[in-house]
């Protein structure tokens, strides 16, 4: 492959400085859904947008303005100020100018942080651009299942061909669902060991008396119930890859076990007599941190070897519309996706990243076939956040991972506490007890005192109901019932006389 296949030829190139990011406007939705994903950089202090310019493109592809008729011929002025800061003028127009998913009618002022974080400039109720910065050029250097436009999603690609070509153990770090094991499986293609299966297991699914065996393999009689010779996962990936997920839920017993796999190769099954050796290649994940957690430092050192690090979807809003597109199978279901939901979409937060995304993409595109009109927080299994002009998305850090823990460390009056204060949302509870939501699913049908809607009687339900004055969440509450099982339960119940 030559390097011409990842560089955009343009003659902005000469103006792109590491340390003088350009202000970049990235189509997220457009009614053609082909232009969804074209950039356009801003080389001057001043940019005019509007149906006639700027001139945007996909990488080594045709430069083509905006051009739908619902936008203005006036020009929305984007003006880049000290500090970063970036001055947005609607035009004297009528057409509708909507930033961060609210209505402007004059100028507004967004830091250097804010468009870092992605700022969501709507334009005529129809075409949704994204500013944000860019360190480097629009490259076209596609993996299978890794997308994105940005800095970010270019920048992981070029790590993982890097990485790729050698035999070195990899860590990647993110949040749950930013697609740790889509980067895994794509190493693995990219490596010389592509040929060879890619062994896979959740550290925080093996039972801690047998995760040494299911790793190493075990001896005849090693262990109660140990009739046969076992194999483990190092010699079923020797000349191969092995992908360990939830590496920070390692039992503290195995963690120097893997240590010194990971530094001679040489590991001894349960109750053997010899050493063997494999040749694994080591990719880790993790959505803990590491260097706070009750962590062997030692292992730690030999598997950031090479460290991947996964942004949230929320620091790479650009690419949501690029992903949109995909999940929602390109030209079928997204040529009646309504703007409104895009935008929704793209102002999303997404804590749940790209795997929350999915979800929210099927449930919208099973909607859509069923000739229904999505309501976007009546589809998300959590709170609606409420969106502000110039607060919604500040350069705040989101606060620590939390350890995850295990449903037995739980109690009930925890669980009924997180409910709570979430307001009887899954997401937000799974979020405060630190474990995921399949498991928040599991402590409720275990829970004494929580039931599903159709378990409460009808009088109880309807003296609820007329108590709650018609909220929800009070409802929920009182009930003891999930939020948004509750809401599908109420919409299909007959209207009242």
Same mark, same amino acid.
């Given at each position: ?169 990899? *860590?990647?770090?993110? +949040? =749950? &669902? ?5 980067? %895994?499986? $794509?190493?693995?293609?990219? !490596? /010389? #060991? ?64 893997? *240590?010194?796999?990971? +530094? =001679? &190769? ?5 109750? %053997?007599? $010899?050493?063997?050796?494999? !040749? /694994? #290649? ?216």
């Amino acid at each position: 492959m030559e390097l011409s296949d990842y560089t955009l030829t343009s003659p902005m190139s000469a103006a792109i400085h590491a340390d003088a990011p350009l202000l970049c406007l990235t189509i997220v939705w457009h009614p053609d859904t082909n232009r969804i994903g074209e950039q356009c950089l801003a080389t001057s202090a001043t940019l005019g947008v509007s149906r006639y310019q700027p001139l945007f493109q996909h990488p080594g592809q045709a430069l083509t303005a905006l051009g739908y008729s619902g936008i203005s011929r006036e020009n929305v002025m984007l003006v880049r100020g000290e500090q970063g800061s970036v001055e947005i003028h609607p035009p004297a127009s009528r057409m509708a100018v909507e930033l961060n998913g609210v209505p402007i009618s004059q100028a507004v002022t967004l830091s250097q942080q804010q468009i870092s974080a992605g700022t969501i400039l709507g334009l005529g109720r129809a075409v949704i651009l994204c500013l944000h910065w860019m360190r480097s050029l629009p490259r076209h250097n596609p993996l299978p299942g890794l997308l994105g436009v940005g800095d970010a999603a270019i920048r992981i690609r070029e790590l993982i061909r890097q990485v790729a070509i050698t035999d070195d153990a990899v *860590l990647l770090l993110g +949040e =749950t &669902g930013t697609g740790k094991e889509v980067v %895994a499986r $794509a190493i693995h293609a990219c !490596s /010389a #060991r592509a040929a060879r299966p890619l062994v896979t297991v959740n550290m925080a699914a093996l039972n801690e008396s047998l995760a040494a065996a299911e790793l190493f393999g075990a001896a005849r009689g090693a262990y109660t119930g140990a009739l046969g010779t076992r194999g483990g996962l190092f010699s079923e990936a020797s000349q191969a890859t092995l992908f360990l997920d939830e590496i920070g839920n390692t039992p503290v017993a195995v963690q120097p076990m893997l *240590l010194r796999v990971l +530094e =001679t &190769g040489d590991y001894r099954p349960l109750g %053997a007599a $010899a050493d063997l050796q494999s !040749s /694994a #290649r080591l990719i880790a994940a993790t959505d803990q941190d590491l260097y706070a957690e009750l962590f062997n430092q030692a292992l730690l050192r030999r598997l950031e070897s090479f460290v991947i690090h996964l942004p949230p979807l929320r620091e790479r809003r650009e690419d949501i519309g690029v992903l949109l597109l995909h999940l929602l199978g390109k030209h079928g279901d997204a040529l009646t996706f309504p703007p409104q939901l895009a935008s929704k979409f793209a102002n999303y937060d997404w804590p749940g990243n790209i795997r929350q995304l999915r979800h929210m993409a099927k449930r919208c595109r099973l909607a859509l076939q069923a000739g229904e009109q999505p309501d976007f927080y009546g589809l998300l299994d959590e709170r609606p956040g409420r969106v502000t002009l110039i607060t919604a998305r500040d350069a705040t850090p989101p606060p620590a991972a939390r350890r995850k823990k295990k449903l037995s460390e739980l109690s009930s009056e925890e669980v009924l506490a997180a409910l709570d204060d979430n307001h009887w949302y899954i997401q937000g509870a799974a979020q405060q007890l630190g474990i995921s939501r399949p498991s928040m699913y599991m402590l409720i049908e275990a829970h004494a005192q929580i039931r599903t809607p159709d378990q409460i009687p009808a009088p109880e339900m309807a003296a609820a109901v007329a108590g709650s004055g018609g909220h929800l969440e009070t409802c929920a509450a009182i009930l003891k019932t999930p939020s948004v099982a509750l809401r599908r339960f109420l919409r299909k119940l007959p209207p009242q006389p």
